[in-house]
């Protein structure tokens, strides 16, 4: 909770502009983001299946806290570049490690709780967050550098709770250590690549998240265009993380209403349908449309994470998890470059775009979950099946 505290998230276009950086340069920089997170993730991976998870996790924390520090004090674009770099070998050491961790940590009943654990985790995140907003909305009326400098050092303390995290030794299958890290990488992409639930999450999750966090920079320009005080913008932010975290407190009730089918549609409909209405020019619409975004981003998560922690084997989920994250991050590379562009271009007709690609990604889950996403009447026994990817395993 203490990480999630970014204060300068909702003016941090303001503070990289203020350092002379265009909004290309953002947007080049969320690339870099990307393209470190692609080369540390799946090596994370494979260590994290085979040693204790709490090292892992440990660094990653760490690396955070080095890259918030950088950030902070960045003056050029080499600088931020360096700081984004590091933030994303630090989230590469999270994305597969932490899920695991926390999936592995339910024990016996972690598919029926899952959705809820997720949830409720995520809606702690969140608040942290509108905690975050408000805070870093008032220290940037006073000076923009203050929020960067707030998020630096909780980034700092945050590190160093996680040196008291229990230890978790993934359970390991009784060949494993004749397994080379190459065979085990080798199964992992064969498992994402041979179930297309995984694939779609690989999407879903991965991927959309480019375009679901292209609204935290593209709400600037488009705030401004629409005259909503500077001084508000937190106040905004925190609203739209407020919202989701009370969304997703109840995400384990919703999803067991609807269906884990339509509570992902839903939460894709909501980004979609407020990307659309961050282009109209009013300025109620405009957050209306913010929000709704910031909902849909989070309301994706405890589905997305429950569908495929269900589905890899245990002691392959951190493998298999961040191979599915690096197929976002090649996304990622491509397409951030190409919202930069639109954004010095058109910001409105940038966020219409993310809107009609979500819109898409929308209607092509329905097909995948009604073939491949069991029934409510198997959600009990589809434990007891067996995994056919690990069928495959290297000899």
Known sequence: MIAGLGFYVPVSALFLQGRGLSLGD???????LVASILVAEVPAGL???????RWVIMSGFVLHAIAEILFAGGTTFFMFAMSFMVSGFGIAMLTGAQDAYIYDSMGEDADSQSVGVWGHLSALQLISGVIGAIIGGYLASIDISWPALAAAITAAAAAVVAFFIPSQRPV????????????ALGIGIRLLFTSPILLYVAVASSASFVLFNSAFT????????????????GVIGALAQLCAAGYNHFAGSIEKRIGRKYALLFAMGYGAGGFFLMATPHPVAVVFGFVLVVLG??????????VANRVIPRARRATVLNVASSVGSIVGIV???????????????????IGAVLLVMMLTWIPVAN?????PGEEDHEEDRPVPEDAGEAP
Not at 218 to 233: C, D, H, R
Not at 371 to 375: E, S
Request: no cysteine.
């Open 26 to 32: 953002i947007f080049l920089l969320e690339s870099i």
């Open 47 to 53: 260590i994290s299946d085979r040693i204790d998870r």
């Open 172 to 183: 390991q299958d009784a060949d494993a250590d004749a397994e080379t890290a190459f065979a």
């Open 218 to 233: 593209l709400n600037q320009p488009l705030f401004e265009g629409t005259q909503i005080p500077v001084a508000l913008w």
């Open 297 to 306: 981003m989070n309301a994706r998560g405890p589905i997305t994470m429950a």
């Open 335 to 353: 397409v951030n470059p190409l919202i930069g562009w639109g954004a010095d271009a058109s910001p409105a007709l940038t966020v219409i775009a």
């Open 371 to 375: 073939r491949f996403l069991p029934g």
